[in-house]
């Protein structure tokens, strides 16, 4: 994971975003906790997972109709996953907190102060954040 401190992104009302392990930061070095780090860390696991499944369903897709196009779109799932299932929860009640209710929110939320999680983190831990603690609002 790649620290990349500007003051263009992410945009104004964040202070960390994450891009296939290369985060943005408007935060100053120093500033950064250990817990912001731990934070995306979660998500750098969760995209590098979402990356590998999205190469080896586009290898598959790309043989069977005898096209390598499909392999382009590999390095945007990640991203377009994330915006997925924030727009699915933008859709479900609570309307107001549909950025912290996506499920790789919730995860790296619910995890971001245990220093041991990500070594003991099972692969596509996220899913289980699907429907995780919706009913306790
Ligand atoms: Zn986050």
Not at 28 to 55: C, D, F, M, P, V
Not at 85 to 97: H, R, V
Not at 106 to 113: D, F, L, S, T, V
Request: zero cysteines.
């Amino acid at each position: 994971m790649r620290i990349i401190y500007n003051k263009w992104l992410p945009f104004k009302g964040f202070g960390l975003m994450n891009i296939l392990g290369l985060v943005f930061s408007r935060i100053q070095k120093e500033a950064i906790s250990n817990r912001s780090i731990r934070h995306e860390a979660i998500h750098t696991a969760q995209q590098y997972e979402i990356l590998a499944l999205s190469a080896l369903i586009a290898l598959v897709v790309s043989n069977v109709y005898s096209s390598w196009w499909y392999l382009f779109i590999v390095v945007a799932m990640p991203i377009a996953i994330y915006i997925l299932a924030w727009l699915i929860e933008l859709a479900l009640p609570p309307y107001n907190s549909a950025y912290k209710d996506s499920p790789f929110e919730r995860e790296a939320y619910a995890n971001q102060y245990n220093e041991e999680y990500l070594a003991t983190r099972k692969l596509f831990a996220w899913v289980k954040y699907i429907l995780w603690n919706r009913n306790k609002k």
